[in-house]
């Protein structure tokens, strides 16, 4: 019996001890974000954290992160000295309690100095006040003084004119230093209102809330642990801008890639490795399922079905009408299936973007959380180009430098704003639709005015005919000039009415020069050739012939 007190007793002891030596140890993790890929829509940050511990169980904590993290997303890995297994890992909410505290205070401690020298102030202009009513009341007695002892001879001009000047001078220096106390109350009043605002929107911040991640270690041997914590977050992106250079002969171009960088997640992003992916991790890795969509003959339910039914049979009407109910409904359901399945497949149209390209940006980067665009230079290719001179003066006398380019960059141009420059020359913007690895894509590089173009019309006419059709004719001349120095192709585009009947007859009369090509459209396109210094002409006639009973309109 004896035996199995004491047995009892060191149990009761030890097991106090061996809970408190399972019990894992909390350590805060200093850490810092050390590397972030960018996506279109969102980031993946990855923070780091080194730590040397000794054999035992610890909770790693990584606090104070941003609310905004999204938990499927976090992952940590680990490496080290320390022979180390992780097991496990938790997401906590936490909210800070009073944030801003000490900052209200310290706006508040600001706004009483200032009432202060505010009071200061009051009690300055209290005493101007009381000088002011002063000097009046000397000025009011020295009056009916004066009015008397001036019979007298008293007093003297020179006396008069130091009382005079006291009174005067004392007076407007009063005023002068009241103006100056009511403007300087005025700034006061300015800055405790600043103030008050920002005072008001601390307090109103209330609680904040956070994030925490707990990383359960075991450590075996003593050593040193780094943990990287990675995160995806929203309120994030980039997106390329192109800037496109044509050289001075015309046959290749400078593209500039750069990367317009933005984030609003709350965190600054302070030399951290960059990485920008073509990605969409929005959509997800795999494409959607769609529902069956079901069909079936339609069946119209038979009038006054009800009354095939025997009266004394009230349950089985019943029966029937929920059956037919739940028939209509079960249609309705494949209905809002098929439905769903459609906007399901609406984002297929995004499957240009199913293959990713990453480009990893060779130098440490500074991105604050400001919401502004930081630009960074991607890449710089050079890329060959074929240069064409392109009007079209029905709609503009510009002649328009075109440009055809083909894609060999090792990646593909993304959707993007696009500027470019001739020489040192802005000539405009416009948008790049994606183009793909070897691919030829076009771009303009402004008018040039060495190259002229005028279109006229010399003569219209209309024929009613008596006997056969009414005809509406129309003749035009086209003057083209090349000032520049070398041979030139100039592209000319025109357009000949398009029939909406079988009636009407279209058609291109007597052009002076054969045209290229003469497209559905109604496009006409010619291709001349104007040798440097060249003046060239072009007529060319339109011919519109429907039945004399009908009117026509378009024309």
Same mark, same amino acid.
């Given at each position: 019996?004896?035996?199995?007190?004491? #047995?009892?007793?060191?149990?009761?002891?030890?097991i106090p001890?061996?809970?408190?030596s399972?019990?894992?140890?909390?350590?805060?993790?200093?850490?810092?974000i050390?590397a972030?890929?960018?996506?279109?829509?969102?980031?993946?940050?990855?923070?780091?954290?080194?730590?040397?511990?000794?054999?035992?169980?610890?909770?790693?904590?990584?606090?104070?992160?941003?609310?905004?993290?999204l938990?499927?997303?976090?992952?940590?890995?680990?490496?080290?000295?320390a022979?180390?297994?992780?097991?496990?890992?938790?997401?906590?909410?936490? #909210?800070?309690?009073?944030?801003?505290?000490?900052r209200?205070?310290?706006?508040?401690?600001?706004?009483?100095?200032l009432?202060?020298?505010s009071?200061?102030?009051?009690?300055?202009?209290?005493?101007?006040?009381?000088?002011?009513?002063?000097?009046?009341?000397?000025?009011?007695?020295?009056?009916?003084?004066?009015s008397?002892?001036?019979a007298?001879g008293?007093?003297?001009?020179?006396?008069?004119?130091?009382?005079?000047a006291?009174?005067?001078?004392?007076?407007?220096?009063?005023?002068?230093?009241?103006?100056?106390?009511? %403007?300087d109350?005025?700034?006061?009043?300015?800055?405790i209102?600043?103030?008050?605002?920002?005072?008001?929107?601390?307090?109103?911040?209330?609680?904040?809330?956070?994030?925490s991640?707990?990383?359960?270690?075991?450590?075996?041997?003593?050593?040193?642990?780094?943990?990287?914590?990675a995160?995806?977050?929203?309120?994030?992106?980039?997106?390329?801008?192109?800037?496109?250079?044509?050289?001075?002969?015309?046959?290749?171009?400078?593209?500039?890639f750069?990367?317009m960088?933005?984030?609003?997640?709350?965190?600054?992003?302070?030399?951290?490795?960059l990485?920008? %992916?073509?990605a969409?991790?929005a959509?997800?890795?795999?494409?959607p399922?769609?529902?069956?969509?079901?069909?079936?003959?339609?069946?119209?339910?038979?009038?006054?079905?009800?009354?095939?039914?025997?009266?004394?049979?009230p349950?089985?009407?019943?029966?029937?009408?929920?059956?037919?109910?739940?028939?209509?409904?079960?249609?309705?359901?494949?209905?809002?299936?098929?439905?769903?399945?459609?906007?399901? #497949?609406?984002?297929a149209?995004i499957?240009?973007e199913?293959?990713?390209?990453?480009?990893?940006?060779?130098?440490? /980067?500074?991105?604050?959380?400001?919401?502004?665009?930081?630009?960074?230079?991607?890449?710089?290719?050079?890329?060959?180009?074929?240069?064409?001179?392109l009007?079209?003066?029905?709609?503009?006398?510009?002649?328009? /430098?075109?440009?055809? /380019?083909?894609?060999?960059?090792?990646?593909?141009?993304?959707?993007?704003?696009?500027?470019?420059?001739?020489?040192?020359g802005?000539?405009?913007?416009?948008? /790049?639709?994606?183009?793909?690895?070897?691919?030829?894509?076009?771009?303009?590089f402004?008018?040039?005015?060495?190259?002229?173009?005028k279109?006229?019309?010399?003569?219209?006419?209309?024929e009613?005919?008596?006997?056969?059709?009414?005809r509406?004719?129309?003749?035009?001349?086209?003057?083209?000039?090349?000032?520049?120095?070398?041979?030139?192709?100039?592209?000319?585009?025109?357009?000949?009415?398009?029939?909406?009947?079988?009636?009407?007859?279209?058609?291109?009369e007597?052009?002076s020069?054969?045209?290229?090509?003469?497209?559905?459209?109604?496009?006409?396109?010619?291709?001349?050739?104007?040798?440097a210094?060249?003046?060239?002409?072009?007529?060319?006639?339109?011919?519109?012939?429907?039945?004399k009973?009908k009117e026509?309109?378009?024309l």
């Open positions: 019996m004896k035996s199995l007190r004491i #047995f009892l007793f060191l149990t009761l002891i030890l001890t061996l809970a408190f399972i019990e894992p140890q909390r350590i805060p993790a200093i850490s810092r050390t972030v890929t960018v996506y279109a829509d969102r980031a993946l940050t990855t923070r780091s954290s080194t730590l040397t511990l000794k054999p035992g169980s610890y909770l790693v904590a990584f606090e104070s992160l941003p609310a905004l993290i938990d499927d997303s976090v992952r940590v890995d680990g490496k080290g000295t022979a180390t297994t992780i097991t496990g890992l938790e997401i906590k909410r936490v #909210f800070l309690e009073q944030r801003g505290e000490k209200v205070q310290e706006l508040q401690e600001e706004i009483r100095a009432e202060k020298r009071a200061a102030l009051d009690a300055r202009k209290s005493g101007l006040t009381a000088q002011k009513a002063f000097l009046e009341s000397i000025r009011v007695a020295w009056g009916d003084r004066i008397k002892e001036l007298i008293k007093p003297t001009t020179a006396e008069l004119q130091d009382a005079s006291f009174v005067g001078n004392g007076i407007a220096k009063a005023e002068e230093q009241s103006r100056e106390i009511e %403007s109350k005025k700034v006061i009043k300015e800055k209102d600043a103030l008050r605002r920002q005072q008001n929107e601390a307090t109103g911040s209330g609680r904040k809330e956070v994030k991640v707990e990383v359960a270690v075991e450590v075996t041997s003593k050593g040193n642990l780094t943990l990287e914590l995160a995806m977050i929203p309120r994030a992106g980039w997106e390329p801008v192109y800037d496109v250079r044509l050289a001075s002969d015309s046959k290749s171009a400078d593209l500039t750069q990367a960088i933005r984030q609003q997640t709350g965190e600054e992003w302070a030399n951290v490795d990485t920008l %992916s073509t969409r991790p959509i997800g890795g795999a494409p399922d769609p529902t069956p969509w079901n069909i079936s003959l339609y069946r119209p339910r038979p009038l006054r079905q009800e009354m095939a039914y025997p009266a004394a049979a349950m089985m009407v019943g029966i029937a009408k929920k059956a037919r109910q739940a028939e209509m409904n079960y249609g309705s359901a494949d209905m809002a299936k098929a439905e769903e399945a459609t906007a399901e #497949f609406a984002v149209r499957s240009d199913q293959s990713s390209v990453s480009f990893h940006v060779p130098r440490a /980067l500074d991105i604050p959380s400001d919401g502004n665009r930081h630009g960074t230079i991607v890449a710089v290719e050079q890329l060959p180009v074929s240069i064409e001179y009007t079209v003066p029905k709609l503009s006398p510009a002649v328009f /430098l075109k440009s055809e /380019l083909v894609n060999r960059a090792s990646y593909p141009l993304l959707p993007g704003k696009v500027n470019t420059f001739i020489g040192t802005f000539t405009g913007s416009s948008q /790049l639709k994606k183009v793909a690895v070897g691919e030829k894509f076009e771009l303009f402004g008018n040039d005015d060495q190259v002229s173009v279109r006229e019309e010399l003569k219209q006419h209309k009613a005919g008596l006997f056969g059709k009414n509406v004719s129309y003749r035009y001349r086209i003057e083209m000039n090349n000032f520049r120095k070398e041979p030139l192709t100039l592209t000319l585009r025109d357009q000949l009415p398009v029939a909406g009947d079988e009636e009407i007859k279209v058609s291109l007597e052009p020069i054969k045209p290229a090509e003469v497209k559905s459209d109604g496009t006409v396109v010619w291709k001349l050739p104007l040798a210094g060249e003046k060239k002409e072009l007529t060319f006639g339109i011919l519109v012939e429907y039945p009973e026509i309109t378009g």
